[in-house]
């Protein structure tokens, strides 16, 4: 039973490893990357619908990204959409498909960037750790029901706090990969 309940929280923290990993992949890193366009979100037809289910997006060169709509009256909306997102970039309308041309990054805007993804990063760690402390009072609960032994909690602690340490590790080889990508002219 410990180690189904266990392993709960283990997937909850691999599953804030993921949401911090998604993160980073909309950062964008000079190059024309589709993720950034996954938290914009248009209003189309009353409701709140990502670009993806609405239009294709291709990329023709490293720079670029090509969004052509389905259906010819989103084409604005989704104009409007991106225009106003933290994207940092003017998409060009030819009336049948919008281009996002991704300029070089400006050293400045790397590190921008950099402090953006550390703060995903703190965020992670911080919801890691809270799961870790949700766990801890569950078992707590637990061993003052006597349903668990005082060892058994012991054990149970010093694997959460071992399965923390590697989460955060994980999410600190994440930052370093994704730091060293936005750094790299």
């Known amino acids: ?13 691999q599953k804030s490893i993921d949401s911090v990993a998604a993160d980073f992949a909309a950062v964008r890193a ?5 993720a950034v366009l996954d938290r914009i979100t248009v209003d189309y037809y ?21 969004i052509q709509p389905w259906d010819g009256s989103a084409l604005k909306l989704i104009e409007k959409a991106i225009q106003n997102s ?17 300029p070089q990054l400006t050293e400045e805007r790397r590190k921008e960037l950099v402090k953006q993804i550390r703060k ?18 569950n078992f707590k609960k637990q061993e003052k029901r006597s349903e668990i032994t005082e060892d058994e909690m012991d054990m149970v602690e010093k694997d959460l706090q071992k399965l923390t340490d590697n989460s955060c590790k994980k999410l600190d080889e994440l930052l370093a990969k994704k730091e060293k990508e936005l750094m790299a002219v």
């Open 1 to 13: 039973m410990l180690k189904d309940e266990y392993k709960i929280y283990e997937d909850k923290m």
């Open 30 to 34: 000079g190059r024309a990357n589709a």
């Open 46 to 66: 009353g409701s709140p619908t990502p670009i993806q289910q609405i239009a294709s997006i291709s990329s023709p060169d490293a720079r670029t990204l090509m």
């Open 86 to 102: 933290d994207l940092g970039i003017n998409p060009q309308n030819d009336g049948r498909a919008l281009r996002l041309n991704f």
């Open 120 to 137: 995903y990063n703190e965020a992670g760690k911080v919801a890691i750790r809270n799961i870790r402390r949700d766990a801890l009072e």
